[in-house]
């Protein structure tokens, strides 16, 4: 009882915070705030998407809230490039903020891309190679949709798995089925999409495409051609790297590096490992690969020079809490 009341209180404080940031904005405050503030921070976007960012996940935010934040990165921001970010090349007077996009959504191509080149504030764009495995899903979304749009329960490899009333599958004894793919290989995780996918009828839901489409290989080239857009390393499969072994690490990125390398005739410096996951073979693998930026998100013990930390946005918090937690480096 007592850890329900604290936890009560701890979400009483946490909304009245973001309302007292929420009304220094409309007085003004936050202008003199973002004006005094220094240091860096690199920025985790996913999905843009035109209305209902919380639909199969929280990754998403509006093409509205998306440009409410390029306006204030414009106004009083220094936005820098990762290069730039890695090369240390920091304003001293402003504060220096690089963006970066994970999972290579076409909504990436068809959103973000224009307001970048509008505003023109430069940014990388993560993505795997799934669609040389003919893929055009990642099978962490497929996985949101189903819960959204899948049968009540279902049988796999001999289990049965149960919606819950957060609409993700489970074992009765509780374990999610997305956390035991995340520790598969992806043949795994294709078997259960192949098998699944009869029952979600998601792709003839087209009007809900944002929300999972793939770039293709046209749309990445076009998008690496952009002065505003860098294309960097998501992992081939979309696989948690710090959980398969370290060889199956180690030709995911370089395979992954060669499949975008063709496709940009760019040389692919960057990887975002995904779900910002990463360990001491991880990392060697990575700069085995040829890599030289290694982003994660929360940093753990295991360092290296390459590594850089980035801060994932919050999809339920206004443009000014946004901003101000930026800038602090953490949430209310």
């Known amino acids: 009882m007592k850890n329900i009341f604290q936890k009560i209180r701890q979400g009483a404080l946490r909304k009245t915070r973001y309302l007292w940031g929420d009304f220094h904005h409309l007085t003004n405050d936050n202008k003199a705030f973002y004006q005094k503030a220094r240091g860096s921070r690199i920025m985790v976007y996913h999905g843009i998407c035109s209305e209902e960012p919380l639909k199969f996940n929280t990754l998403f935010i509006t093409k ?39 999972d290579g959504f076409v909504n990436n191509y068809d959103y973000a891309l224009p307001l970048l ?8 764009f993560f993505i795997t190679a799934i669609r040389a495995r003919g893929k055009d899903i990642l099978w962490n979304d497929f996985l949101s949709i189903a819960g959204r749009y899948g049968p ?3 049988t796999f490899r001999q289990e049965v798995y149960y919606k819950n009333k957060y609409n993700k599958y ?9 956390e035991k793919l995340r520790s598969g290989h992806f043949e795994e995780k294709e078997q259960l999409m192949e098998s699944m996918e009869p029952l979600v009828p998601f792709r ?3 009007q809900y495409q944002e929300y999972w489409l793939q770039m293709n290989e046209a749309q990445i080239a076009e998008l690496s051609a952009s002065p505003y857009a860098t294309v960097g390393a998501h992992g081939y499969y979309h696989n948690d790297l710090s959980r398969v072994n370290p060889d199956s690490a180690l030709k995911e990125m370089v395979e992954s590096k060669k499949y975008l390398e063709v496709i940009t ?7 975002a490992f995904p779900y910002g996951a990463y360990n001491e073979d991880v990392l060697k693998a990575a700069t085995a690969a040829g890599y030289t930026q290694l982003l ?23 443009t000014a809490n946004q901003v101000r937690a930026t800038i602090n480096n953490h949430y209310e």
């Open 64 to 102: 509205k809230k998306f440009e409410e934040h390029l306006k204030v990165y414009r106004e009083y921001f220094n936005p820098i490039s990762l290069d730039e970010y890695f090369a240390g090349h920091f304003s001293s007077t402003k504060f220096n903020v690089c963006l970066t996009f994970d």
């Open 117 to 124: 080149e509008q505003y023109q504030i430069p940014a990388t």
């Open 152 to 154: 009540k329960q279902f």
């Open 170 to 178: 489970v074992l009765p004894s509780g374990v999610s089925l997305a």
């Open 204 to 206: 003839s839901l087209g």
């Open 265 to 271: 005739n760019k040389k692919i410096e960057a990887i």
């Open 296 to 318: 994660g998100t929360e940093l753990n013990s295991v360092t290296d020079a390459t590594l850089r930390e980035r801060f994932t946005i919050n999809p339920f918090i206004s």
